[in-house]
């Protein structure tokens, strides 16, 4: 009878995902992994199948925590309108943190993989569309109260924001630039008004 599985699967993800982010997917190895996560390939093999289906439980768990913490920062204002506008601002602060130099793994997945890997494309453009409906839902509540311009198309600013993020975070994987992206955020808030 094989042994029951022995280790924290959210650990063990966060501690693959840090790798995969700092090597990219295919650069990483699976001695590599071994090494970060503290497992033997058996375990690793036996929890995951194999290395992309540990990839992509790497994505789920990096995109349901981005998602969340968007979601959570849009609503912790009153303001749909301010909560977005808040999230900008902290977003351009992070370019200063050198945790935030990686770029976000969603972003640099897509420019690694989703011209060769079908099934990593799907599951990187799933958690952008989640992350593309908190916004949407931010900006139809600031729409339907009259916050937002009604010559405002609430699915296109939240493309438009969206597509801005995945900028910002490619700004700020070239190295701390506050200026640039306070400039940046600037442009993208006056949208809003």
């Known amino acids: 009878m094989a042994r029951p599985i022995e280790f924290e699967r959210d650990q063990v993800l966060e501690k693959a995902m840090l790798a995969f982010w700092d090597q990219g997917y295919c650069a990483t190895s699976m001695t590599q992994l071994v090494k970060a996560t503290k497992l033997n390939p058996g375990s690793i093999y036996a929890a995951f199948k194999s290395k992309e289906e540990l990839f992509l439980a790497t994505l789920d768990h990096y995109g349901e925590a981005s998602a969340e913490k968007i ?3 849009l609503k912790a204002s009153d303001s749909p309108l301010q909560g977005i506008r808040n999230y900008f601002r902290q977003l351009a602060a992070t370019t200063t943190n050198p945790k935030a130099q990686q770029s976000c793994l969603l972003v640099n997945t897509i420019l690694e993989l ?7 494309r799907q599951r990187v453009n799933a958690h952008f569309e989640v992350i593309e409906s908190c916004f949407r839902s931010a900006l139809q509540a600031a729409h339907d109260s009259g916050e ?3 010559d405002k198309d609430p ?3 939240a493309t438009f ?3 801005s993020i995945w900028g910002l975070r490619v700004l700020a994987g070239t190295g ?7 400039a940046v955020v600037s442009q993208i808030l006056k949208l809003l008004d």
């Open 71 to 73: 979601s959570l920062a």
């Open 114 to 120: 989703a011209h060769r890997n079908t099934k990593v």
């Open 148 to 150: 937002l311009s009604a």
């Open 155 to 157: 699915t296109e600013v």
């Open 161 to 163: 924001l969206i597509s």
């Open 176 to 182: 701390p630039a506050p200026a640039r992206a306070e």
